[in-house]
């Protein structure tokens, strides 16, 4: 298999990760990875973990030295996850020139009126399938009038789902085919790249987001763009899942997968 690029990896400019860019530099080229796009969280939710904690000058701090650390043996992608942008797309542009970034992720960590889907509370006292159609139909509003590049972790919702004990094991093909498709749909015509991204294979719940049955309808309805995502935030998971992501991707009939450049995306072959 090609080298490859992970588009979702954290570092200790975000709260909830603790290693500097740099440090992953040097672990990207023991990995003989192709190129790492950095993403630190901006957030803006007062629920989020995250809330309020991004600082541009720090973080354009941190990527200047893991492009000094790279030599240039690495492409180093300079990102942002930015939560629930098609809330808060307004006062983040307040913050930061997204001109400034070579790609955008949006991400849906809360869904309205039922508050972060990644924990156990939300799914205390609804019936968690009408919390993961409201997750869908959010992502719906999401996709449509958000200025991303790449949509990341669909299906997060199942790590709530297995904190709480409850069943993840479900496909939402089957039960809302009109809704995931309408997504998918607008992924197409916008250009948004689909994430595939590995973290739930080192959760309990041992499944990618999104599910592979999505990622194989997002294909057959004529989907190109398709990133992978590690979503590193510490170890030991640095990187986990990438080569497991990139076999599914070739299985679901995808050649190639995407990094940003100037938001621009730049295809690499998987085999």
Request: aromatic content about 10%; hydrophobic content about 40%.
């Amino acid at each position: 298999m090609k080298p490859l690029s992970d588009m979702h990896v954290h570092t200790s400019d975000s709260p909830d990760a603790d290693i500097p860019a740099w440090s992953l530099i040097q672990k990207g080229r023991e990995n003989n990875l192709r190129g790492i796009g950095f993403v630190a969280h901006l957030d803006l939710n007062p629920e989020d973990f995250c809330y309020n904690s991004f600082n541009a000058d720090t973080y354009d701090e941190s990527i200047i030295r893991a492009r000094n650390e790279s030599e240039g043996q690495l492409l180093v992608m300079k990102g942002l996850e930015v939560g629930e942008p098609h809330k808060y797309e307004e006062q983040v542009k307040n913050l930061v020139n997204y001109s400034d970034y070579d790609f955008i992720t949006g991400a849906l960590h809360s869904v309205e009126n039922i508050g972060m889907i990644l924990g156990k509370e939300a799914y205390s006292d609804r019936d968690p399938l009408e919390i993961v159609e409201e997750y869908y139909t959010e992502t719906l509003r999401m996709v449509e009038i958000s200025d991303i590049d790449i949509l990341a972790h669909t299906g997060l919702f199942r790590r709530g789902l297995a904190l709480a004990g409850l069943r993840y094991d479900f496909n939402e093909m089957q039960l809302w085919p009109e809704a995931i498709d309408s997504i998918l749909k607008v992924l197409i015509e916008r250009d948004i790249a689909l994430e595939l991204n590995t973290s739930g294979l080192r959760r309990a719940e041992k499944i990618t987001y999104p599910i592979p049955a999505i990622l194989e309808r997002f294909r057959e309805l004529g989907g190109t763009l398709v990133t992978l995502g590690s979503d590193t935030h510490r170890e030991p998971h640095v990187f986990f899942g990438l080569s497991r992501g990139a076999a599914l991707l070739l299985q679901s009939g995808f050649k190639e997968a995407y990094a940003f450049v100037d938001r621009e995306p730049m295809a690499f072959g998987l085999a």
